[in-house]
């Protein structure tokens, strides 16, 4: 059972790490929150998310509730990940490895709970119109975007962007250069650059209808998210199979807390012609 035990705590911390580098609404979001997650239904507190106001002083000083501040967010998305494997040591040693199965359970849950925090967009403060984009435009629209977030007082080092492959591209043949970011372990394969004086992302987990694709824009303070990944389990032998296996469970839950500091970008591609 030791052995068990032991292997589930690594996948576990696999799967943990890999998120921590690759999953954006970590990146993105306010994940300070306050309190437990044991399952599916509970829920917990982002407290002090409104700015403390400013009064003129007249001998007499009021102090504001931290409380009405607060906001409760519920933890209700539940997603589950399960795999056969041949044996205990055949998957002890395919840990760490790039393509390992625990690796590729933690990017599938990552691109859930990615597509799941872009879903959002519709509860954004401003919609900017459609536009279809080009390497000659594709600079405009990111200054757009940016100068609405400034006058509500989001600072430059303090903005992200979320642009699809199509974006990055013709903001790269504009002369802007993407890197790697690795993330706090290393491990991370997001593009990324902050050549503008805001953080932008690339992502394929933008929502999308038809040919349309709904870029966001926000602080770092706009959305609120929590999550927590509850029991990973080795099972030695499925019922009716020689197989071994492991499933494990993630439930989480976001939610726009800022919306005034959140623009939702429908983009389309217009071609790479300079």
């Not at 903005?159 to 699809?164: G, K």
Request: charged share 25%; net charge negative.
């Amino acid at each position: 059972m030791s052995n068990y035990n032991s292997i589930e705590k690594v996948i576990s911390a696999e799967i943990m790490r890999t998120n921590e580098d690759n999953l954006l609404a970590n990146r993105i979001c306010n994940t300070s929150f306050v309190g437990d997650i044991k399952n599916r239904g509970d829920s917990v507190v982002f407290v002090g998310l409104n700015d403390p106001e400013v009064y003129d002083y007249n001998g007499t000083v009021t102090y504001e509730d931290v409380s009405d501040t607060a906001v409760t967010l519920e933890i209700d998305q539940d997603k589950a990940f399960s795999f056969k494997v041949a044996d205990l040591d055949a998957l002890r040693s395919s840990l760490g490895l790039k393509d390992s199965q625990a690796k590729r359970a933690s990017y599938n849950l990552k691109k859930e709970v990615d597509a799941y925090v872009f879903s959002l967009h519709g509860d954004s403060g401003l919609t900017l119109p459609a536009k279809e984009v080009t390497p000659a435009n594709v600079l405009q629209l990111i200054g757009e975007a940016k100068e609405h977030l400034e006058k509500q007082n989001v600072q430059d080092g303090r903005i992200w962007i979320v642009v699809p492959p199509f974006i990055k591209t013709k903001l790269m043949l504009a002369g802007i250069k993407f890197q790697i970011n690795n993330g706090v372990n290393g491990s991370g394969t997001i593009g990324f650059t902050d050549e503008l004086g805001c953080d932008i992302f690339v992502s394929n987990q933008l929502e999308m209808r038809d040919d349309t694709v709904y870029m966001m824009a926000g602080s770092y303070s706009a959305i609120a998210y929590a999550e927590q990944l509850l029991d990973v389990q080795y099972i030695d032998r499925l019922e009716n199979s020689f197989d071994s296996a492991v499933r494990g469970r993630i439930v989480f839950g976001a939610m726009v807390v800022k919306p005034q500091e959140l623009v939702t970008i429908p983009v389309t591609d217009g071609g790479n012609a300079i």
